[in-house]
């Protein structure tokens, strides 16, 4: 069982940056690759970074990428996604999660734990 909790939210200029948080409970983080997904109001929800449970292997959305980094930190059993260039088309909820397999994946369905999200608002 993993418990996740998010933090690090909030509003934002665009060209702004903001550090999300997410913080977990359980043996088996250090084993469980990481994912953070957002849902913007009246939109599905949508993969925004993945992280191996090594910390080895990343894999972005093309929305993000260069701009977004994920990193994780077993002995804190955190992980993080730094977010710079932040653009209004980046507000939304944004959610991380857990999954049992210790590769990254973009597909939701596969993750088998998620926090209850952290609010990101960017404004222009």
């Known amino acids: 069982q993993v418990q996740l909790v998010e933090s690090g939210g909030g509003l934002v200029q665009a060209g702004g940056s903001l550090r999300l948080s997410c913080a977990a409970s359980?043996?088996?983080?250090?084993?469980?690759?990481m994912g953070w997904f957002r849902q913007a109001p009246g939109e599905e929800r949508e993969f925004v970074a993945a992280?191996?449970?090594?910390?080895?292997?990343?894999v972005y959305a093309d929305s993000v990428k260069g701009r977004f980094t994920i990193s994780r930190d077993n002995a804190k059993n955190t992980v993080y996604l730094q977010m710079n260039s932040l653009k209004p088309e980046d507000t939304a909820v944004y959610y991380c999660?857990?999954?049992?397999?210790?590769?990254?994946?973009?597909?939701?369905?596969?993750?088998?734990?998620w926090g209850q999200g952290t609010q990101v608002t960017v404004s222009s």
């Open positions: 359980g043996r088996t983080f250090s084993s469980s690759a």
């Open positions: 999660a857990a999954r049992a397999s210790g590769a990254g994946s973009s597909n939701p369905q596969r993750y088998d734990y």
């Open positions: 992280i191996s449970w090594s910390g080895l292997s990343t």
